[in-house]
C-alpha cells in the first residue's frame, strides 16, 4: 500500500503562483510513476500532469503546459506541481497519484489516490 498526502493549497489570486506537495509513504514508491489529476465542481475529474519514476520524462495536459511543472524528489518521498500564471479555470481539487505500471494520462492508470487539495482561483 501507498499512503498519498497531499498539501499546499489555497486561495491565490489569477496571475499568482503556487506549489502542491503529495508525500508519499507505505511501500515504497520510488519507482512509482506520480500523477496530478484535478476535479472542479460539477466536472469529471482530469488529467494535470504526470512524471516518471526517475524524474526524466513528463506529461502535461494542453490546458497547463508551460504554465505548471511536476518534479519530485526520491529522497523525500514527495511529488510537487508548480503552478504559475493560475487562472480562475484552474480551481478544483487536486488529487495526487501513484502507479507501479508507469506513466499514465487516465483515471484508470492509477491505483494510489490521495484526499486532495484545494486550490481556488480569484478573478
Known amino acids: 500500500q501507498v499512503r498519498l498526502v497531499e498539501s499546499g493549497g489555497g486561495l491565490v489570486q489569477a496571475g499568482a503562483s503556487l506549489r502542491i506537495s503529495c508525500a508519499a509513504s507505505g511501500r515504497t514508491s520510488r519507482n512509482y510513476a506520480m500523477g496530478w489529476f484535478r476535479q472542479a465542481p460539477g466536472k469529471e475529474r482530469e488529467f494535470v500532469a504526470a512524471?516518471?519514476?526517475?524524474?526524466?520524462?513528463?506529461y502535461y495536459a494542453d490546458s497547463v503546459k508551460g504554465r505548471f511543472t511536476i518534479s519530485r524528489d526520491n529522497a523525500k518521498n514527495t511529488v510537487y506541481l508548480q503552478m504559475n500564471s493560475l487562472k480562475p479555470e484552474d480551481t478544483a481539487v487536486y488529487y495526487c497519484?501513484?502507479?507501479?505500471?508507469?506513466?499514465?494520462?487516465?483515471?484508470?492508470?492509477?491505483?494510489?489516490w490521495g484526499q486532495g487539495t484545494q486550490v481556488t482561483v480569484s478573478s
Open positions: 497519484t501513484a502507479d507501479a505500471r508507469g506513466l499514465s494520462v487516465t483515471i484508470g492508470g492509477y491505483e494510489y
Open positions: 512524471i516518471g519514476w526517475n524524474g526524466l520524462t513528463q
